[in-house]
Structures are given as C-alpha cells and as structure tokens.
C-alpha cells in the first residue's frame, strides 16, 4: 500500500504539547467535564478543523462533530472519535489521543487527496470520566438519546452545580438532552472507531504497540458504602462484645479477593477494585474501636453472567458478616454499565490492516470503560483501538511513545480511506 | 460501720454539671491537655479545695495537689486522683470523676470528723489522654520523674504547638520536667487509688457498680502505619500485575483477627484494634486500584509475653504479605506500654470495706490504660476502682449513674478512714 497516506507525527506531537501547556494543573493535567479545561481542548480541535476545512456541528450536550465530507454523503458514514476530559491530576493521553488521531488520519487524507466515498466525522466527546459527574459514558449517551432526563440535576463533584447549570455556562442547550432526544442516529453510521491508550500493563508487558479490543467489560458499582458497626474503647471492651466497622469490611475484601481468585482460575475474567477506604477523622481514634468506615465497590467483567455471579456472592458475604460480627453494610445506591461485545468483521478489517502495514497487534479485552461500549451496545459497528502506554493511566505519570500513537493511527486511516470496506 | 461518713451526691452532682456546661463542645465536652477546658477543671477543683481548707501545690508539669493532712504527717500519705482532661468530644466523667471523688472522699471524712493518721492528697494528673499528645501517662510520668526529656518537644495533635511551649503558657516550668526530676516521690506514699469510669460493657452487663481491678493491660502501638503499593486503573490492571494496598491491609486485619481468636481460645486476654484506616482523598479514586492506604494499630494485653507473641506474628504477617502481594508496609515508630499488676493486699482491703458496705463488686482486668500503671510500676502500692458506665467512653454518650459513684467513693472514703490500713 504505497499510497501516500502519512501520519504527521508533528501535527500530533503540537497538538498534545499545546493542551499539555493550557491544561496543566500540577502534577498532571485537569479538563474537567463542562469545565474550562475540556473547552479549551474543543476550541482546539474547532481551530484544527477549521485549518482542515471540515464541517462543524455541536449538540445540545456540547459533543463536537468534525466531518470531511465524502464523495456520496447520503451514504451512512464513519465516527472517528473519544473524549477530551481528563481525571483530575490526570495524564495527557487519556481520551484526547482519539481525537487528535482523528484530525490526524483525516489530514493524512485530505493531504494524500484520497476523498473516500462515505464521509468521516472527527467527534469529540463529552464527560467521559465520571470523577466530575457520577454517571458513566455521560456525553455519547447524550448524543445517542440515552441519557435519562433525571441526569441533568447531577452535582458536578467538584463545584456542587447541577450538569444542566454546567451546560448552560457554556451556551449549550440542556432543554435539548434527555428524555430521548437523538442528536447522532445510530442508523446513520457506518461505524465507530477509538484510539484510546490501553490503561494497563497489557501491551507494555508484551512489547506491541497496538490492542485490538474484543470487548469492554461491564460493571456494578457501589460508590458510597459504609459499614455500620458500634464506637467503643479499644482496650475496654472485649471481643465477643465488637461491632467492629473495620474487622467486617477486611472480612468482606478478603472473601471478596478469595472469591476472584477462584473466577480468574475458572477462566472468567473480571476485576473487583475497592478504591476508597476511610474511617472519618472527626470521630476515629486510634484507641477506638471504629464503629464506622466508607468504602468504594467497584467490579467489572467482560460477562454479565460472571458479574452476577460476583454480585450474588457479595450479597451472601454481606448478609453472613452481618450475621457473624453483629455489623450492617449500608451499601448504598448501586450503579453500572452492562459488557460490550465488539464488532468482530470491523476488527478483522483493522487485522488485516494492521498486517499489511506491519503494525504490531495483538487482540485483547478492556477491563476499562469507553465510549465505544455506548455505541456498540446501540448496534453500531464498532472498533477500540488500544495504544501501549507506560505508568498507567489516571495519573501524571501517564506516558505514550509518539511512534505508537502514529502506527496506531495510520491503520486507521488507511481502514478509512478504503472505498470497499463495509 | 456507723460511721457519720456521708458522701453528698448533690456536691459531687454540682461539680460534675459545672464541668460539662463550662466544657461544652458539642456533640460532648472537650477538655484538652495543657488547654482551656482542662484548665478550667482544675481551677474548679483548687476553688473547692480552698473551700475544704485543703493545702494546695502545682508541680513544674501542672499537676495539682490537694491535701487534707493527717495526724502524722511525717507517714507516707495516699495520693487518690486521676486526670481531667478528655479526648475530643468525650464525656464528661472519664477522668473528671476520680478527681472529684477524691474530693467528696476527704469532704465527707472532715464533715465526720474524721482525721486519719495518714494525709490524703487529692491529685489532679494532667494529660492522659493520648489524643492531644501522643504520649501515654504524660502527667503522671512527669509527676513521678519519668518522662524523657525529649516528650516536651512534641506538637499538640491540634495546636501543633510543643508541649513545652502548652506548659510555658500556663505558667507552668517545662525547664523542670523530664531529665528524671521528681516532683512526687514515690517512696513517700502509702498508696494510690484512683476511681474511673470502666469504659467498657462488663460491669453493665454483669448488673454490678463497682470494679475491683487485678491489673492494667500494657500495649505495643503503631499510630502512622502504611501500606504501599502501586496506584492503576481498577478496569484496566489485571489481578496478577496489582499491588493493591487496600487488599493487603484486609489480608493484615483478617489474619491479626483470626490471631486474636486463637489467642482468646488459649485463656488469653487481648486486644487488637485498627482504629483509624484511610485512603487519601487528595489522590484515591473509585476507579483506582489503591496504591497507598494509612491506619494504626493498637495491641494491648495483660500478658506481656502475649503481647511479644502478637507482635512475632504480625512481623511474620507482614513479612508473608509482602511476599505474596509485592506491597511494602511502613509501620512507623512503635510505642507502647509495661503492663502492670495491681496490689493484691489493697484490693483485698477494699473488697472487704465493699462487703462491710454492701456494694456489689466484681474483680476484673482493665484492657484500657489508666495513670494508676504507673504509680503501680513504680512500685506504690495502687488500685484502680472501675464505676459501671453506659454508653462506653470516648464518645459523647459516655454515660454514669450518680448512686454507682457514690458507691464507689464511699467504698474508698471508709477505707481511707482507717487507721489501721497498711
């Protein structure tokens, strides 16, 4: 395939140097949803856009849509994108890296002369990580209409106001989210394409640049759980006669930890994260015995049926340390997302791809949550395409080697520049 | 024993509300060591001491002495008191009532006429409770020449001001504290009691007022431990490439509580507390595998060679864990305290004026520390009478009924009234 299409490596490395300097917020990076950080990435993208001479469209809920028309516009057409919110403290890759890939292929295009007969939209995202709104995939359920109207009185975490005042301080039109409104139609898609860094170790470890995903994982969530138990004196008051708030919950993670064990060897995968853990310092003491402690569940499968298997088990471990320790599990509101199945035709596209410009690749689930899943759970052909990073994600540490970004990237846009894919 | 020896609940009730409305901090009272509210108690007591005609003398540290002096005053004396001030939001009786106890004691002997050979000195012991400054037994220690030099340096845990400089600004002399200066010896006492609140459930539960206690249990604490491990995302990290801190801080606690189970099931006495567990909020997330976790630990036995057994396991515990998890536990610096076993032939004595009395009693161990450990360690002759509390202690709930007080006090006022008591 010696057909001109080249991934500008500079282009890219500008562009992420450009939000790294304006979005700093030591150590890291900070673009919350609906915050200043997030639009300054999205008058970033519009600017390159414009330069690009493609269309530009925004939704009701702030998603950006960045298309370069192709030659039978009628036909259903590609969606080429992910977000460009960060955790707070987060890294710079995380999300922006699909956008930026997406300008990035359709330059390459554009500067090949290559106009594919159905058209590519460069879409930005809004509000994928849910630390600023506790709800998941916020933005590509908006723009899918599945985003219950109830969402909009959500308290952004940081400044307590409300997702519909967030929107509104950015001239958008909360009246039109919710309650149905379809602001992309999934039958008018051809398909949904994510670069997005892979988050773990996967792909370092074994030293390919590329992950082509099978599946996204689902999960259940307990946010805001706590363990009731009962205050007392830690020399005064024996044993038999604790309620002790810790003591139950390291029971609960331990039987918790025991019973994933058993899963991963039986071959499921999934993973059980209990992420926050805090005994309250206006009322703990280290000669207490605590009669109280806050935790975070959160467990993700790629199978619904293992995530009810883990579900099933934590309700039966609850109900026998109530029973054993004389404690109560408030659990709390339970929240979720369901496993998405990807396309397995597009990801053989992508193989095939991949192969013909000897880009490394090896085919891999995600234990983390993206944007695809919403697409391909609304029956759109749908690819997530992982790049090896190092140092995790959701961290300053956060890395990604440019070269990767680029090979990643030009299997993209050569899958998008073939008039006979379908 | 128609004595006339009368204890007035109304005074001893006097004193008490005086205390909780003047110490208020609501929910509870706050009586910080060196600070406003322990102050204030102490100033109560002097006031009523001057009443009595007590003599009255502050040591460097600010212990309070308050004498009815005895027929012969060259005989070494009884010291009866304890401490006034309060953990955080505490209750109003933890402390406060074996000091006043020793008041309405020597009040009622001198409203009967009674003047025993030996003086009787009411002490107020400053700062026992840890909380302020994470010492045990500060008062008493510096009473008895037993503080290290060193302690004044450390900060108030609110002030973050040195104790030197807490006891600078209440006039007292820090320049004559530690470096083994003894501002109450022990070899001139006949023996020290102290009345405190149990603190624990067992006199409630066994329907008795009064405790007799056998011995006072020692400790081996860590107040700033951590477990280190390493921050990732919760979906995206597989199992075997986690160092999850929070998983191997619950495999800790469920292992130390199995620990404790056996050792109960051998006849041991025992505690084993982590009173205080947090991730740090600044940097945890419910979709971050935790990569640090704090929390302290608090062990506290009889037995010093049950303690020595606990802590071996722990080592072998965390050494094992480490192993197995790749986490690394920092403890922190270790503290700690002696065990002490009180008199036998005191507590003999005061059982038997129980039974003359009527006053219902059991012997029992205390698992909480009380200053009365190091008078007893000093080698004085020492007892430590527990009155049945409600609510248990260190919270503001601590309760007491005022007939289970007066009970107790007129159980030790009779047996300072003999003269035959050696």
């Known amino acids: 395939m010696t057909d001109g299409i080249a991934i500008d490596r500079a282009f890219a490395e500008r562009l992420f140097d450009e939000l790294a300097v304006h979005?700093?917020?030591?150590?890291?990076?900070?673009?919350?949803?609906?915050?200043?950080?997030?639009q300054f990435a999205h008058e970033v993208m519009k600017r390159e856009a414009a330069?690009?001479?493609l269309a530009q469209r925004v939704d009701p809920a702030g998603n950006l849509y960045l298309t370069y028309e192709g030659?039978?516009?009628?036909?259903?057409?590609?969606?080429v994108g992910s977000h460009l919110d960060s955790v707070p403290h987060g890294g710079n890759f995380d999300g922006a890296a699909g956008v930026i890939a997406g300008l990035a292929a359709v330059r390459a295009l554009s500067e090949a002369g290559i106009h594919p007969r159905r058209s590519i939209t460069v879409m930005a995202i809004r509000a994928e990580e849910s630390n600023w709104f506790p709800l998941s995939y916020l933005g590509s359920r908006a723009a899918l209409g599945l985003l219950p109207q109830e969402s909009l009185a959500t308290p952004r975490s940081d400044t307590g106001l409300?997702?519909?005042?967030?929107?509104?301080?950015?001239?958008?039109?909360?009246?039109?989210?919710?309650?149905?409104?379809?602001?992309?139609?999934?039958?008018?898609?051809?398909?949904?394409?994510?670069?997005?860094?892979?988050?773990?170790?996967?792909l370092e470890a074994e030293q390919v640049p590329i992950g082509l995903?099978?599946?996204?994982?689902?999960?259940?969530?307990?946010?805001?759980?706590?363990?009731?138990?009962?205050?007392?004196?830690?020399?005064?008051?024996?044993?038999?006669?604790?309620?002790?708030?810790?003591?139950?919950l390291a029971r609960l993670i331990t039987a918790l930890d025991a019973c994933w064990a058993a899963l991963l060897a039986e071959g499921e995968t999934a993973t059980i994260t209990v992420g926050e853990i805090g005994t309250d310092p206006a009322l703990h003491g280290f000669s207490?015995?605590?009669?109280?402690?806050?935790?975070?569940?959160?467990?993700?499968?790629?199978?619904?049926?293992?995530?009810?298997?883990?579900?099933d088990e934590l309700?039966?471990?609850?109900?026998?340390?109530?029973?054993?320790?004389?404690?109560?599990?408030a659990l709390g509101e339970r929240t979720g997302s369901t496993p998405a199945r990807l396309d397995a035709a597009l990801r053989a596209q992508l193989a095939g791809v991949a192969k013909a410009r000897e880009a490394g690749f090896v085919e891999m689930a995600s234990g983390a949550g993206h944007d695809t899943a919403v697409f391909a759970n609304a029956g759109v052909r749908s690819?997530?395409?992982?790049?090896?990073?190092?140092?995790?994600?959701?961290?300053?540490?956060?890395?990604m080697r440019l070269e990767d970004f680029v090979a990643a990237t030009d299997v993209i846009a050569h899958l998008l520049a073939r008039d006979d894919n379908e």
Chains 1, 2 share one sequence.
Not at 24 to 37: H, K, L, M, Y
Not at 71 to 79: E, F, I, K
Not at 289 to 310: K, Q, T
Request: include cysteine; hydrophobic fraction near 40%; charge should be positive.
């Open 23 to 38: 979005t700093t917020d030591a150590p890291g990076v900070t673009r919350a949803a609906f915050g200043e950080g997030e």
């Open 51 to 53: 330069m690009l001479g």
């Open 71 to 79: 030659r039978d516009p009628a036909l259903p057409g590609w969606v």
């Open 162 to 202: 409300s997702l519909r005042e967030h929107m509104a301080r950015l001239g958008l039109d909360p009246t039109r989210v919710g309650s149905g409104q379809v602001h992309l139609d999934p039958a008018g898609l051809h398909g949904f394409i994510e670069l997005h860094i892979e988050q773990g170790p996967v």
């Open 213 to 248: 995903v099978t599946g996204i994982s689902g999960s259940f969530r307990y946010r805001k759980a706590r363990v009731l138990g009962e205050w007392g004196h830690s020399g005064a008051v024996p044993r038999a006669h604790r309620r002790d708030a810790v003591f139950a």
């Open 288 to 311: 207490k015995v605590p009669g109280e402690v806050a935790f975070c569940l959160d467990v993700r499968s790629l199978s619904p049926a293992c995530l009810a298997r883990i579900h």
């Open 315 to 329: 309700m039966r471990l609850v109900a026998r340390i109530e029973a054993e320790t004389g404690v109560r599990f």
């Open 383 to 399: 690819a997530l395409v992982f790049v090896r990073n190092q140092n995790g994600s959701h961290n300053p540490d956060e890395a």
